[in-house]
């Protein structure tokens, strides 16, 4: 049964719909009060509108598999019992791979192989649909790990034709040996 959408209801004059990060507030030194422009504005903006789901995840540098999949899983968990949404986009950066300076954590490839299908359990076990956009991580490396994760992820049948039927709950497939090329 397909999903079925609110993206298109109708949104009353009184209320627009906003794309919004804190990282849009500027600062330096505090000089930004100096400045005409009010960097700050949209923060003041959203702090006036509407609610949205906020999840503040803390990661240690160095984090590893255990404690990420773990933090990923409840709040994941968490964001999709108090919303609903229509659709799931998914970031799938590999900055989190270890060795990556600028990610900080320590991941391994089989750890993003199994957060990518840990994401795809729980989103398309709740018959929602989702949008899988890679990005972040620069290592060599990084091509192959996305690559494996894909072909695991329909090797599962957690995409492609047959993946409107997957369960959450089966999830005692082995993912990648227990090295990747």
């Known amino acids: 049964m397909p999903h079925p959408t609110q993206l298109y209801q109708h949104v009353p004059d009184s209320r627009w719909p906003i794309v919004y990060s804190p990282r849009y507030n500027i600062t330096f030194l505090g ?4 400045h005409p422009f009010d960097a700050g504005k949209w923060g003041k903006v959203i702090s006036l509108l509407k609610e ?9 540098w160095g984090t590893e598999d255990d404690e990420y999949l773990q933090k990923v899983e409840r709040n994941l968990e968490k964001a999709l019992q108090e919303h609903r949404p229509d659709i799931v986009v ?3 950066g590999t900055d989190i791979l270890e060795g990556d300076r600028l990610g ?18 729980i989103v398309r076990g709740r018959q929602l649909p989702i949008l899988m956009v890679t990005s972040g991580g620069y290592q060599k490396r990084t091509a192959r790990i996305i690559a494996d994760s894909i072909l695991n992820l329909y090797s599962l049948g957690l995409i492609g ?9 089966n999830s005692d497939t082995p ?5 990747v090329p």
């Open 161 to 169: 034709p047959e993946s409107a039927s997957v369960s959450a709950q």
């Open 31 to 34: 000089l930004e009060k100096l």
């Open 90 to 92: 998914y970031n799938a």
């Open 175 to 179: 993912l990648l040996p227990p090295e």
């Open 104 to 121: 900080g954590l320590a991941i391994s490839p089989q750890g993003v192989v199994k957060r990518d299908e840990l994401v795809f359990r």
């Open 52 to 60: 949205a789901i906020r999840r503040k995840v803390e990661l240690e």
